[in-house]
């Protein structure tokens, strides 16, 4: 539930949970090149020893480097390491070869000009050993400003000082501490949330972390060092979610549903229908970025109120293979009429009939807002299908959509959601390493991005075009070289085609690309529900995820 509501506050996927069972001290870790990929472990000691607000502040640290890229950082140590290390066993060999060869019958060894194999050896196990012992002075140096970094956003996430603190706590007065006894703890050290080795020899400077003391004297600066008994936490039997205030209203997560699938229905080749009035709940369009990796509670209290209006029978869904792809083709055919139901049905498999009539009469019942959360929550269990599962998803999802010769817009974000999120768990897609550091190979992408937003955000052609060049001039582009396209040249092919080729923009580009799009749809200064929820969905496009 935790992490659920961690990945739906912060945009990212939510990822897969694996639990180290065999580990009965207090820690965890975050692994994983990107967000889309990312795996959250904990120990069977984090579970059963902290109550669910310092588990809460456990996850977001980790969730801080799944945003502030510090996984990416940690594999690249990795495997610096093991390659100095390399160099140091490749000269081990050389020197044993070496030291056998000239002992060898024969006489070989007094012969002049000797074998220079035992040389070559011990030069490089002296640089590859040196280079091991500052690799790993670096590697600690860098962890340990990551952890304070980890901590503070974890605090500015939950805004709860006293869940980490705890935990931090906890680990001072256990007996086995943050200690991980596997044998590969030395190597991925740096990346757990509290010291997973035994003291190193040389103190602080080989340590991958801070002071417990340090740590803890960051929030409370009374800290005396000393750590209170560690005692079980009592179970509680309904988690203690934080909650939205009262008379809050509810901010919609639908990603691209809301107001904007209700627009209309698109042909897959169609213009991006035209607003809606009456939404409801804004915000400063200056700000739609300003939580960008950031997320704050505000967003974690949405996300466990979105979670919370999700029927138990539904969520229940989600937790394995089967009945998800039940649910993402029931989310699917909630909305056609009972003639097409029936056709769409007749051409699955008995046992996914089935289980999709149990869950349709919660679905059809499901606001929309609520359709991609949902979505979102599945994706782990969908990870556990076989190849040719995938493919039986993949080809029934994309006939589902079909079936109407259309394509709203929701529908396309399950298309992208599926591509982006599942699809490379199954074919690895290798991206294209070229990145672009000027947009001037990509103009006519940003125009059409542009274009389809300006017609999204706005209700008639003159307020279309103003937000178009809004945005255009947030990037410097010349309104009278690039005019506003018309609807119908702006649709969802071309859209996602330009999405494609704009995600090779460096990061920097693609922040500024975003700030245009934040403009383009909020012309008059500020942003809708729906039309932010459809930055969003660009933004996780782009590999920059939003929190809601």
């Given at each position: 539930n935790v992490v659920e509501e961690?990945?739906?506050?912060?945009?990212?996927?939510?990822?897969?949970?694996?639990?180290?069972?065999?580990?009965?001290?207090?820690?965890?870790?975050?692994?994983?090149?990107?967000p889309g990929d990312a795996v959250i472990g904990v120990t069977r000691g984090c579970?059963?020893?902290?109550?669910?607000?310092?588990?809460?502040?456990?996850?977001?640290?980790?969730?801080?480097?799944?945003?502030?890229?510090?996984?990416?950082?940690?594999?690249?140590?990795?495997?610096?390491?093991?390659?100095?290390?390399?160099?140091?066993?490749?000269?081990?060999?050389?020197?044993?070869?070496?030291?056998y060869s000239g002992s060898g019958g024969g006489g070989g060894?007094?012969?002049?000009?000797?074998?220079?194999?035992?040389?070559?050896?011990?030069?490089?196990?002296?640089?590859?050993?040196?280079?091991?012992?500052?690799?790993?002075?670096?590697?600690?140096?860098v962890s340990r400003q990551r952890e304070f970094l980890a901590d503070a956003s974890a605090v500015q996430f939950t805004r709860n000082p006293d869940g980490i603190v705890g935990a931090?706590?906890?680990?001072?007065?256990?007996?086995?501490?943050?200690?991980?006894?596997?044998?590969?703890?030395?190597?991925?050290?740096?990346?757990?949330f509290g010291n997973g080795l035994k003291p190193p020899l040389f103190g602080s400077m080989l340590a991958t972390h801070?002071?417990?003391?340090?740590?803890?004297?960051?929030?409370?600066?009374?800290?005396?060092?000393?750590?209170?008994?560690?005692?079980?936490?009592?179970?509680?039997?309904?988690?203690?979610?934080?909650?939205?205030?009262?008379?809050?209203?509810?901010?919609?997560l639908g990603g691209l549903v809301g107001g904007i699938a209700a627009a209309g229905a698109l042909g897959t080749g169609g213009a991006v229908a035209g607003r809606r009035s009456g939404a409801?709940?804004?915000?400063?369009?200056?700000?739609?970025?300003?939580?960008?990796?950031?997320?704050?509670?505000?967003?974690l209290e949405h996300a466990s109120g979105l979670l919370e209006d999700i029927p138990e029978s539904l969520r229940e869904a989600t937790q394995q293979p089967f009945a998800a792809t039940a649910l993402v083709?029931?989310?699917?055919?909630?909305?056609?009429?009972?003639a097409d139901q029936e056709a769409q049905l007749a051409t699955l498999p008995p046992p996914v009939v089935h289980e999709i009539k149990r869950l349709l009469p919660a679905l059809r019942e499901l606001p929309a807002r609520l359709r991609l959360p949902l979505f979102e929550l599945g994706l782990p269990a969908l990870r556990q299908l076989s190849p040719r599962q995938f493919e039986d998803l993949e080809t029934t999802v994309r006939r589902l959509i079909e079936a109407d010769s259309e394509i709203d817009l929701f529908e396309y974000a399950v298309l992208k959601l599926l591509a982006r999120h599942l699809t490379p768990t199954f074919r690895p897609v290798r991206r294209r390493t070229a990145m672009l550091y000027a947009l001037n190979p990509v103009t006519a992408e940003c125009v059409v991005l542009l274009s389809g937003l300006a017609h999204v955000g706005q209700a008639d052609e003159a307020g279309a075009r103003a937000a178009y060049e809004v945005g255009l001039r947030k990037l410097e582009l010349s309104v009278m070289e690039h005019p506003l396209l018309e609807a119908g040249s702006a649709n969802l092919s071309q859209i996602d085609a330009a999405l494609d080729r704009l995600v090779q923009l460096a990061l920097p580009l693609r922040r500024r690309l975003l700030d245009a799009c934040a403009l383009a749809v909020a012309q008059d200064g500020k942003l809708a529900e729906r039309e932010a929820e459809l930055l969003r969905a660009i933004a996780d496009t782009l590999e920059c995820p939003l929190p809601p």
């Open positions: 961690m990945a739906i506050a912060s945009g990212v996927p939510v990822p897969d949970v694996y639990v180290l069972g065999q580990e009965r001290s207090i820690n965890a870790f975050a692994a994983g090149l990107k579970i059963q020893m902290l109550t669910r607000d310092e588990l809460q502040g456990v996850i977001a640290h980790e969730f801080s480097h799944i945003l502030n890229g510090d996984m990416r950082l940690n594999l690249r140590l990795i495997g610096w390491l093991n390659g100095i290390l390399c160099l140091a066993m490749l000269g081990y060999y050389l020197l044993r070869i070496g030291f060894g007094g012969k002049k000009g000797g074998n220079p194999l035992p040389l070559i050896g011990l030069a490089l196990v002296v640089i590859g050993f040196t280079g091991v012992f500052f690799g790993r002075l670096i590697k600690s140096a931090l706590k906890k680990i001072g007065g256990l007996m086995e501490g943050s200690r991980v006894m596997s044998p590969a703890a030395e190597e991925a050290s740096h990346m757990f801070p002071p417990l003391v340090e740590r803890i004297r960051v929030w409370e600066p009374n800290f005396t060092g000393s750590y209170p008994p560690v005692k079980k936490p009592v179970a509680e039997a309904i988690p203690t979610r934080p909650r939205r205030a009262a008379g809050k209203p509810p901010i919609s409801t709940g804004r915000v400063e369009a200056s700000t739609a970025l300003q939580h960008a990796g950031t997320p704050t509670l505000d967003h083709y029931g989310v699917l055919l909630a909305s056609a009429n009972e």
